[in-house]
């Protein structure tokens, strides 16, 4: 492993820099492969085509050789000084160098390899704990053993000797050059592609004078607003709002968490339609052609929208020829910001693959650097949102549909000032709960943490209520509002009783379904209650009437216009569904996953898989496992039976 003595010492260190760059690349695109193979490239077959997928570890490899390369040269810098203070041991020390670097190399990769065999050992037995420390305890025995027995070192040492010869280091240094090359080139012609749509997309005709705002919360569940009921003053805004709208007591999220929700209120239709499943899902051109800011756009309203959560936004953007301003969110601002608009060229929007995940991956590798935190959701408060939302608006004319959505009270439950401490005064700290004991449910003896854990989060929702209170001011300050229906609801619910923690997840309780639904029309001054069951199917046809449009035949959901406008009564009897799909792939028929339907007494929820049904009491259906079919048996076969005549395409057992 030797250099040559012989050569100039400018030859003899770009020699050393080459070979510090292969052992970086080798070692980061080896630690790579082995996440990929440990299960990551796999769960993207489940909503990428499989070009999709050999593209997303093309992108990831190259861009774990770039890292590589990059901290090759660091180390590289940080030798050149030293060398030049050690001119008559220059060759000992590169060798020493290289000699460090390949035990280093070897120790971090084998190191990798051992927790992501631990991390894939669970999931064919659950073991105990007791046993990943004795694995660790004999790698580090090991590698303490190779370091001070030199006849193992040299071993270990030259088992990279054909690595760092000069022809291959030259040869791995370049085939990371061409991939990095070939990758960015590769997305600038897709991206181009991509601006050419855009460019083709339908102009605007005649112009609306009328607003539509919808304004969404992430998480927001229902049954934690003072306004439905809640003892806790928690959203007194919104119920200052309500006193000049109409409010629907028994709305329903179709879906769990945030991806399928946001879609069904974009499209109008159920995830089994759509098949927007994954928290990574994208809406189909097809499907995309009859969605709300398609149809809205084509009638003539300026289309816009702000979305705070990331998957919200990136789903925004597989229908972002359907919206004339689609501003992208700065998630992360500071040295992870210009990380990002830095590589750029690696991950270009080119409309191919699943640009979220990309963010998703390099915004965790950053907080594993930096030893920041690594969840997103902790980066955009409501404050943040809301003022995105005022300068978005100021682009806006007349005639524009707007959808604006918060991604307060999603956890991490971080109140601001005014409101932290409010409702709880022991000490949580501003993180979030260590929740994977907690999930998919809790414990009965965790119940007195959760319940904790939900009084922060109901300051989290004043939150929320506060900066929505502070956005409406200023819209009736600058008269906004004359001629602007609002529309305020939530994507999904968030549950911390019955053994169900947050969201998510195939049980569909009722916290987690039960979401608000408020609409004031221009010049709206009466307070209306409306008790109809409607899910968020209903949403679609309701913005789309409100623009004087007739609603697609693929929407099955049912306008609330005629209930807003007081033409029609609430008494009629009504269902509303909902759909976790979550496990399956979107390429295949559906087998795994929940249907789940309410009438207003009972909520009845079937499982694929099984074929096997639970009944709830809404007024017990915050309870995971609770099945009082046996107790109501002719309830169960109506509610199952109105299922399966809903969702034909599911192909149920009657």
Same mark, same amino acid.
């Given at each position: 492993?030797?250099?040559?003595?012989?050569?100039?010492?400018?030859?003899?260190?770009?020699?050393?820099?080459?070979?510090?760059?292969?052992?970086?690349?080798?070692?980061?695109?080896?630690?790579?492969?082995?996440?990929?193979?440990?299960?990551? !490239?796999?769960?993207?077959?489940?909503?990428?085509?499989?070009?999709?997928?050999?593209?997303?570890?093309?992108?990831?490899?190259?861009?774990?050789?770039?890292?590589?390369?990059?901290?090759?040269?660091?180390?590289?810098?940080?030798?050149?000084?030293?060398?030049?203070?050690?001119?008559?041991?220059?060759?000992?020390?590169?060798?020493?160098?290289?000699?460090?670097?390949?035990?280093?190399?070897?120790?971090?990769? #084998?190191?990798? !390899?051992?927790?992501?065999?631990?991390?894939?050992?669970?999931?064919?037995?659950?073991?105990?704990?007791?046993?990943?420390?004795?694995? %660790?305890?004999?790698?580090?025995?090991?590698?303490?053993?190779?370091?001070?027995?030199?006849?193992?070192?040299?071993?270990?040492?030259?088992?990279?000797?054909?690595?760092?010869?000069?022809?291959?280091?030259?040869?791995?240094?370049?085939?990371?050059?061409?991939?990095?090359?070939?990758?960015?080139?590769?997305?600038?012609?897709?991206?181009?592609?991509?601006?050419?749509?855009?460019?083709?997309?339908?102009?605007?005709?005649?112009?609306?004078?009328?607003?539509?705002?919808?304004?969404?919360?992430?998480?927001?569940?229902?049954?934690?607003?003072?306004?439905?009921?809640?003892?806790?003053?928690?959203?007194?805004?919104?119920?200052?709002?309500?006193?000049?709208?109409?409010?629907?007591?028994?709305?329903?999220?179709?879906?769990?968490?945030?991806?399928?929700?946001?879609?069904?209120?974009?499209?109008?239709?159920?995830?089994?339609?759509? %098949?927007?499943?994954?928290?990574?899902?994208?809406?189909?051109?097809?499907?995309?052609?009859?969605?709300?800011?398609?149809?809205?756009?084509?009638?003539?309203?300026?289309?816009?929208?702000?979305? #705070?959560?990331?998957?919200?936004?990136?789903?925004?953007?597989?229908?972002?020829?359907?919206?004339?301003?689609?501003?992208?969110?700065?998630?992360?601002?500071?040295?992870?910001?210009?990380?990002?608009?830095?590589?750029?060229?690696?991950?270009?929007?080119?409309?191919?693959?699943?640009?979220?995940?990309?963010?998703?991956?390099?915004?965790?590798?950053?907080?594993?650097?930096?030893?920041?935190?690594?969840?997103?959701?902790?980066?955009?408060?409501?404050?943040?949102?809301?003022?995105?939302?005022?300068?978005?608006?100021?682009?806006?004319?007349?005639?524009?549909?707007?959808?604006?959505?918060?991604?307060?009270?999603?956890?991490?439950?971080?109140?601001?000032?005014?409101?932290?401490?409010?409702?709880?005064?022991?000490?949580?700290?501003?993180?979030?709960?260590?929740?994977?004991?907690?999930?998919?449910?809790?414990?009965?003896?965790?119940?007195?943490?959760?319940?904790?854990?939900?009084?922060?989060?109901?300051?989290?929702?004043?939150?929320?209520?506060?900066?929505?209170?502070?956005?409406?001011?200023?819209?009736?300050?600058?008269?906004?509002? %004359?001629?602007?229906?609002?529309?305020?609801?939530?994507?999904?619910?968030?549950?911390?009783?019955? &053994?169900?923690?947050?969201? &998510?997840?195939?049980?569909?309780?009722?916290?987690?379904?039960?979401?608000?639904?408020?609409?004031?029309?221009?010049?709206?001054?009466?307070?209306?209650?409306?008790?109809?069951?409607?899910?968020?199917?209903?949403?679609?046809?309701?913005?789309?009437?409100?623009?004087?449009?007739?609603?697609?035949?693929?929407?099955?959901?049912?306008?609330?216009?005629?209930?807003?406008?007081?033409?029609?009564?609430?008494?009629?009897?009504?269902?509303?569904?909902?759909?976790?799909?979550?496990?399956?792939?979107?390429?295949?028929?559906?087998?795994?996953?929940?249907?789940?339907?309410?009438?207003?007494?009972?909520?009845?929820?079937?499982?694929?898989? #099984?074929?096997?049904?639970?009944?709830?009491?809404?007024?017990?259906?915050?309870?995971?496992?609770?099945?009082?079919?046996?107790?109501?048996?002719?309830?169960? %076969?109506?509610?199952?039976?109105?299922?399966?005549?809903?969702?034909?395409?599911?192909?149920?057992?009657?």
């Amino acid at each position: 492993m030797s250099i040559e003595s012989s050569g100039s010492f400018r030859s003899t260190l770009v020699n050393l820099w080459f070979r510090l760059m292969c052992l970086g690349i080798v070692g980061f695109v080896f630690a790579e492969a082995l996440e990929l193979v440990a299960g990551k !490239a796999e769960g993207w077959t489940f909503y990428l085509s499989s070009w999709e997928v050999f593209f997303e570890v093309a992108v990831r490899l190259i861009f774990a050789a770039l890292v590589g390369a990059v901290f090759g040269t660091l180390l590289t810098a940080i030798i050149v000084p030293i060398l030049g203070f050690l001119k008559s041991s220059r060759g000992r020390v590169i060798e020493w160098t290289t000699t460090l670097a390949v035990l280093l190399a070897a120790f971090a990769v #084998s190191r990798y !390899a051992l927790e992501v065999l631990i991390a894939w050992s669970y999931t064919v037995l659950d073991h105990k704990g007791i046993i990943d420390m004795a694995l %660790r305890a004999a790698f580090y025995l090991f590698f303490a053993v190779a370091l001070f027995i030199p006849r193992l070192r040299k071993k270990v040492v030259s088992n990279f000797d054909g690595l760092v010869t000069e022809k291959m280091t030259r040869r791995v240094v370049l085939a990371a050059v061409a991939g990095v090359v070939a990758l960015s080139a590769t997305e600038f012609a897709l991206s181009h592609t991509v601006r050419t749509v855009r460019a083709a997309a339908l102009a605007p005709q005649s112009r609306p004078q009328s607003n539509i705002l919808l304004i969404t919360f992430d998480a927001l569940s229902a049954e934690d607003m003072s306004l439905y009921g809640k003892a806790l003053p928690t959203t007194p805004n919104i119920d200052a709002f309500a006193r000049h709208a109409t409010t629907f007591t028994n709305f329903y999220s179709a879906s769990t968490f945030t991806t399928p929700s946001v879609a069904i209120v974009m499209t109008g239709l159920y995830p089994s339609q759509s %098949r927007v499943q994954q928290l990574q899902g994208r809406i189909s051109a097809e499907v995309a052609s009859k969605s709300v800011p398609r149809l809205l756009r084509e009638a003539g309203y300026t289309t816009a929208g702000f979305f #705070s959560n990331p998957y919200a936004y990136y789903l925004a953007k597989s229908v972002e020829n359907e919206y004339d301003f689609l501003p992208e969110t700065i998630f992360q601002d500071g040295a992870m910001r210009q990380l990002w608009s830095a590589t750029t060229p690696l991950h270009q929007d080119s409309g191919f693959g699943a640009r979220i995940e990309e963010y998703i991956d390099l915004a965790w590798d950053w907080s594993l650097l930096t030893g920041q935190p690594d969840n997103l959701y902790e980066r955009y408060p409501a404050a943040a949102t809301f003022r995105g939302a005022r300068q978005l608006l100021q682009q806006l004319p007349d005639g524009f549909f707007l959808w604006v959505h918060v991604m307060t009270p999603h956890g991490p439950y971080i109140p601001d000032a005014a409101n932290l401490g409010r409702f709880y005064q022991g000490e949580l700290g501003k993180g979030h709960p260590k929740d994977t004991a907690w999930k998919p449910h809790y414990p009965p003896g965790q119940q007195p943490t959760i319940d904790h854990w939900h009084l922060r989060y109901d300051e989290f929702v004043a939150t929320a209520d506060r900066e929505f209170g502070s956005f409406m001011s200023d819209l009736e300050a600058g008269g906004r509002l %004359r001629n602007t229906t609002v529309i305020v609801s939530a994507d999904h619910g968030e549950s911390f009783e019955g &053994g169900m923690f947050q969201h &998510g997840g195939p049980y569909q309780t009722r916290p987690v379904v039960h979401i608000p639904l408020l609409v004031r029309t221009p010049n709206q001054q009466s307070e209306r209650t409306v008790s109809l069951v409607a899910d968020q199917t209903s949403l679609a046809p309701t913005i789309l009437a409100m623009a004087g449009l007739a609603k697609p035949d693929t929407m099955r959901g049912q306008s609330l216009l005629p209930l807003i406008d007081d033409q029609q009564t609430a008494n009629q009897k009504s269902l509303a569904f909902c759909q976790y799909f979550e496990t399956n792939s979107v390429f295949r028929p559906l087998h795994y996953g929940t249907v789940g339907v309410l009438d207003g007494e009972y909520q009845y929820v079937l499982d694929l898989h #099984s074929d096997k049904g639970s009944l709830r009491p809404m007024n017990q259906a915050q309870i995971w496992n609770l099945d009082q079919s046996s107790e109501n048996p002719e309830r169960a %076969r109506q509610l199952r039976a109105a299922i399966i005549s809903r969702f034909p395409e599911l192909h149920l057992n009657k």
